[in-house]
């Protein structure tokens, strides 16, 4: 038990606070001025104020926060069923990030959907209250049982925003396929809930399935920092667990390695500025499981941080451009629009290179430590994560050129429709969050340059420093002691190339930079001109299947009408023919004999009334022989 | 005491008595308050049992019981009485031969 430090007895309000906005939107917001809009903006201006007072608190006192709020279960009794506040330097730093972007989503909010004129206000900013409230709470909880119930909430409330316009047809269906996939993680979630230290497995927190069709805010909020991060979060929350077991460790890599390179390559064909970017969260998330596999505990948590930004900031661009284009959101019909929208263009551009990969943005650092961490660790004798490392770093070269080629149809070249010749402005609600997210984008990755660090002896490693700072060593969640539980339970050993680890470290950051910058460089060529070509039409049959997504969606449909469904019927005739027959069949016997044996009551009470007399008298009769009265 | 006089075995075979006249009722009898009545005369030919074997040991426990038996013949008389209204009601009659239709 930490001992409790003033400022962390607040800490539940981080969380409290979103949820009272949410209270608020649901039953008054119909009559507050931008309906619960601003609401929403206090709760999470507040949610964010505390969580860098409290991050503040963890280093400034190096303590961290442990506190029970409520029993369930008491420990004595069989389980230690609870809800409680966990504050180490993973969920202070994750605290932060998680009510910034809610925060700015809030703000953006004002111009994407107040300014717009959309219907049922107040009911998304409760779920977006809702969704904030939830997914503090999970950051901060203590155990497994409460962040279930958070990550339920999260997924209901991803559910309700995407689902936000239910009266058009893709939404609901959309929210209906989130819901399932959330559901079908929930699942391993419960079972390894409830099997809390036998079953560990399941990576499929990664999530595969894209969310397109919710308000763009949304996307942002999801993608960023909620939803998608809650997995890798939980992943990283009980990495002690995972850092014992070498198989599910390899496993969770080559995934996340494979998960990269699978994502980037649907993005390459889409048209949509949304799906390229949903695709890419896909992708990038697959680096962080990629990290967390190779024992890259800090790395993932730095690439977490610098997407949770880039990612939130890409996505609140988008949001800005389809502003522009009335709601326009095929890439095909924009094109030049960086003349006429400067801050987007300027701030989307920082979150694209950020993305990319591409030196000095935020996401050149964060992704090369993933890499080198995988590449250090591969080699030192395993070849399952080698294996990650190949399919994470084509997937660089994919990155770069998507990215890329969505820069250069949405804001370069000429404008091809009328709506790009002429965007509709947009306030400063949406340019505020972009400003505050592209500068991020642009320095975040100085939070954590390892290779610097390495290079000049320079403490200035704060990301790695911070999460091994003294406040995480009692309560065992350390970087180092991560470190040490991969090397000594998963036999992780550093290896390196010839020339010692500086040079495996250049050389890999080289490298990883060098296929980036080809990658943009090709988008670059291939899509400069006034009227870009359609380029990926040139790759035929594999961009038909790159467009439906390696026909995930067709193989669902067939899992579930081509097997599942006719597994159903087939078991509905086995079991109303052979069990239902064999039950009936002997229910008949008995339905038979019983129908004959009642035509023996004559319904008449002086029957009975003598049967019964006559039957005492035999008993008495009985007894008299048996008992010798006679 | 004159009931002192009185060996047990005559209270036995007057409870016989009273207990084969109800028993005759009930066999014989097709009114359902004659029923009625011949089920009380083989309640009380037990009460009857109960109080003589009562006095014979010189305990009050028999007594006490047969106290419940009234309560209880009370309550039965009752329940009795509500059927023969119901039967009486449905069917015109007290004749308890008549209404066999519960049986299949």
């Known amino acids: 038990m930490v001992t409790v430090a003033g400022i962390y007895a607040y800490a539940p309000a981080i969380a409290a606070l979103p949820l009272a906005s949410f209270l608020v939107a649901l039953f008054a917001g119909r009559w507050l001025p931008k309906e619960g809009a601003l609401a929403g903006i206090l709760a999470t201006g507040g949610s964010l104020v505390l969580s860098a007072v409290t991050l503040v608190e963890l280093v400034l006192t190096g303590e961290g926060y442990d506190e029970r709020l409520y029993t369930f279960v008491a420990p004595a009794e069989t389980f230690d069923l609870g809800f409680g506040v966990l504050i180490d330097p993973l969920s202070a730093a994750m605290l932060v990030i998680v009510s910034l972007i809610a925060f700015l989503v809030h703000v953006f909010s004002l111009g994407y959907m107040n300014d717009e004129g959309e219907p049922g206000l107040p009911r998304y900013y409760a779920g977006l209250g809702l969704f904030s409230f939830s997914m503090l709470a999970f950051v901060f909880a203590s155990n497994l049982l409460m962040a279930f119930v958070f990550f339920e909430l999260v997924g209901l409330c991803s559910w309700l925003l995407i689902g936000h316009w239910y009266r058009e047809a893709a939404p609901p269906s959309a929210a209906k396929k989130a819901f399932l996939v959330t559901r079908f993680g929930d699942y391993f979630f419960l079972v390894g809930l409830v099997g809390v230290l036998a079953t560990f497995g399941t990576a499929r927190f990664a999530g595969e399935g894209g969310f397109p069709a919710g308000p763009t805010p949304v996307s942002a909020l999801i993608h960023a920092a909620t939803m998608v991060a809650a997995g890798v979060f939980l992943l990283a929350r009980m990495y002690g667990f995972y850092a014992l077991l070498p198989t599910v460790l390899a496993i969770i890599a080559f995934t996340g390695g494979f998960t990269a390179l699978f994502a980037a390559s649907m993005a390459v064909v889409k048209d949509e500025i949304k799906q390229v970017l949903a695709y890419s969260t896909i992708s990038q998330y697959g680096y962080m499981m990629l990290a967390l596999g190779a024992g890259g505990y800090v790395a993932a948590f730095f690439h977490l941080t610098t997407h949770a930004v880039f990612k939130a900031l890409l996505f609140l661009g988008a949001g800005s451009v389809i502003i522009a284009m009335h709601h326009e959101e095929d890439m095909w019909l924009m094109g030049g629009l960086k003349e006429e929208m400067r801050v987007t263009y300027l701030t989307f551009v920082a979150g694209s290179l950020a993305l990319a990969g591409i030196f000095p943005f935020a996401g050149f650092w964060s992704k090369d430590e993933v890499l080198f961490e995988t590449l250090v660790h591969g080699l030192g004798a395993n070849p399952l994560l080698l294996g990650g490392y190949l399919l994470g770093l084509s997937a660089v070269f994919v990155t770069g050129f998507y990215t890329l080629r969505m820069v250069m149809l949405t804001f370069h070249g000429d404008p091809r429709t009328d709506a790009a010749a002429d965007p509709h402005g947009v306030g400063w609600n949406v340019k505020f969050p972009l400003a505050v997210l592209g500068v991020l984008a642009t320095v975040g990755g100085y939070l954590n340059p390892a290779p610097l660090a390495k290079l000049t002896g320079a403490e200035v490693d704060f990301l790695h420093r911070y999460l091994d700072g003294p406040a995480s060593e009692e309560l065992l969640t350390s970087a180092h002691h991560y470190g040490d539980l991969t090397h000594e339970w998963a036999g992780y050993t550093a290896g390196s190339v010839a020339g010692g680890e500086t040079a495996t470290m250049l050389g890999g950051a080289g490298l990883s930079l060098a296929l980036a910058l080809a990658g943009a460089g090709t988008a670059f060529v291939l899509y400069r001109g006034p009227d870009p070509d359609r380029h990926t039409e040139a790759l035929g049959d594999l961009r038909t299947v790159l467009v439906s997504n390696y026909y995930q969606d067709e193989y669902q449909v067939w899992l579930a009408e081509g097997l599942t469904l006719r597994t159903a019927i087939a078991a509905d005739t086995f079991d109303q023919g052979v069990i239902d027959g064999a039950v009936d069949a002997v229910s008949s016997v008995s339905l038979f004999s019983g129908d004959r044996l009642r035509r023996l009551q004559t319904g008449v009470v002086t029957n009975y009334a003598a049967l019964i007399a006559l039957s005492v008298l035999l008993g008495l009769a009985a007894f008299a022989v048996v008992g010798g009265w006679l | ?104």
């Open chain 2, 1 to 104: 005491m004159v009931l002192s006089s009185v060996p047990a075995e005559y209270y036995l075979l007057l409870s016989a008595a009273v207990f084969c006249t109800g028993l005759f009722g009930i066999l014989t009898r097709e009114n359902a308050l004659m029923f009625l009545m011949s089920v009380e005369l083989m309640l009380n030919a037990a009460n009857i049992n109960l109080v003589a074997f009562s006095f014979y040991w010189g305990t009050l426990t028999g007594q006490v019981f047969t106290l419940f038996t009234m309560a209880l013949a009370a309550a039965e008389v009752a329940i009795g009485i509500g059927i023969i209204l119901v039967l009486y009601r449905n069917f015109d009659d007290v004749d308890v031969t008549g209404p066999t239709t519960l049986r299949w």
